[in-house]
């Protein structure tokens, strides 16, 4: 709470960690950590190669300079198993942000499980406000789900596109979308480029069918290059201007609420089958029934069925 980076370090170390003596010293410090003072909280998702970690430099270097507010930066990258280089890439990619003292650059480990990955970088992000972060950027890399999830944990996701054809616009799905409040077209080097036009023009026609969300604020679409610093006091002022909106209209603290319901009901399924496998016969019946869906002699209903009879009586003779 003084600030200490190390010990910011550290403790995000521990919320991270596996180990049973960590997780009950980590359950500790969750319970007795503080926000100082108020906090934005915004993701930051599209497809690898967009300029995700490019748009994080420009836009990280204008919020500091312009708010002389602290900012944290995230990533959640849930391929890193695979490709440690990743991570050590994004770094290489945020030279000068990292090296203001006002930034704290933390990637988030990689997990095999969504759930918890967005567990441990819920922690982060209140560690990071408690540690006195004001603006907490986080990123995710990847597709589909991940993408999705980040928009599960901030107040404002923005969504990156790159310049197209503007037929792949077309086939972006509502549900892709719908979660995202800002929508920026990267790469728009030269705004006359004619994929740039096509893919801002494609994404209006799109936002006029995603359903109404419940900040009240009409998602935009903004054209940026990363590389050339073009339209980045631009965005940082349409987040700003979100922020006042959500504030103001009280959107903000509701959202963060219901937000941690939905990570409960997340949670508890996980948790609960968990604790039902390392019950007595669980893991075998269910090795067992699975041959039986194999060789057909069950379907996977009557299967769920013998399966849920089987842990109920368990507990009832426990
Ligand atoms: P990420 O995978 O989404 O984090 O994408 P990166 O930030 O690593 O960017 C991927 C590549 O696109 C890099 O080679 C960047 O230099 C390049 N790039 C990022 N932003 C721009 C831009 O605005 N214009 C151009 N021409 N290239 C960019």
């Not at 944290?72 to 890193?80: E, G, K, R």
């Not at 890439?89 to 990955?117: A, E, H």
């Not at 935009?220 to 290059?225: A, E, F, G, R």
């Not at 050339?228 to 504030?247: C, Q, S, T």
Request: charged share 25%; net charge negative; with cysteine.
């Amino acid at each position: 709470m003084n600030g200490d980076r190390q010990c910011l370090s550290k403790a995000i170390t521990l919320v991270e960690s596996h180990q049973e003596n960590d997780r009950s010293l980590a359950k500790q410090l969750m319970s007795r950590i503080q926000a100082v003072g108020t906090s934005m909280r915004i993701g930051i998702t599209g497809p690898p190669g967009v300029g995700k970690s490019s748009l994080i430099e420009a836009l990280g270097l204008e919020m500091i300079h312009e708010s002389q507010q602290r900012l944290a930066v995230l990533s959640i990258d849930p391929s890193s198993a695979q490709t440690q280089g990743s991570i050590l890439g994004d770094k290489t990619r945020m030279i000068q942000l990292s090296q203001s003292d006002l930034v704290f650059i933390r990637p988030s480990p990689s997990g095999t499980q969504l759930g918890g990955i967005a567990k441990n970088t819920r922690e982060t992000i209140r560690l990071c406000e408690a540690a006195g972060y004001r603006y907490i950027l986080v990123e995710t890399a990847g597709i589909g789900q991940t993408e999705y999830l980040v928009s599960t944990m901030t107040d404002l996701t923005i969504l990156m596109h790159l310049p197209g054809s503007g037929d792949d616009v077309q086939g972006i799905k509502r549900g892709v979308m719908e979660w995202a409040d800002l929508m920026v077209v990267n790469k728009a080097d030269q705004p006359e480029d004619q994929r740039v036009i096509n893919t801002l023009k494609d994404l209006h026609s799109v936002l006029h069918f995603l359903p109404g969300r419940g900040h009240g604020y009409t998602p935009k679409v903004l054209s940026v290059s990363a590389l050339n610093k073009k339209g980045i006091p631009e965005l940082w002022g349409e987040i700003k201007a979100f922020e006042k909106h959500i504030n103001e209209n009280g959107y903000i603290l509701i959202n963060r609420k219901q937000q941690l319901v939905n990570s409960f009901r997340q949670q508890l399924p996980l948790r609960l089958w968990e604790s039902m496998l390392v019950m007595p016969g669980v893991k075998q019946n269910l090795e067992d029934t699975e041959e039986k869906i194999l060789s057909e002699d069950l379907s996977p209903e009557e299967a769920v069925d013998l399966l849920q009879d089987f842990i109920f009586a368990s507990l009832r003779t426990k």
